[in-house]
């Protein structure tokens, strides 16, 4: 029994990786189409506008895994 537990928790835990990763590589296509420069704008930017922007990123991604591990 718990070997299906086991099992069905790291199928889980793999598609969440996953979704993780092509969400980074969606996120990477679509600042490179609209030539979007990440880490100048993180430079650039104001402290109350970076930490805004990792808030809801990774919010998120913790919504994302929840989703995915229930």
């Not at 590589?25 to 970076?50: I, R, Y």
Request: proline share 0%.
């Amino acid at each position: 029994m718990e070997n299906i537990i086991f099992a069905s928790f790291g199928m889980k835990l793999g598609q969440a990786v996953v979704a993780f990763l092509c969400m980074r590589l969606a996120m990477w296509l679509v600042n490179h189409a609209l030539g979007f420069d990440m880490s100048d704008w993180l430079e650039k930017a104001n402290d109350q506008a970076v930490s805004d922007f990792h808030g809801r990123v990774y919010l998120g991604v913790c919504i994302m895994f929840g989703l995915i591990l229930s």
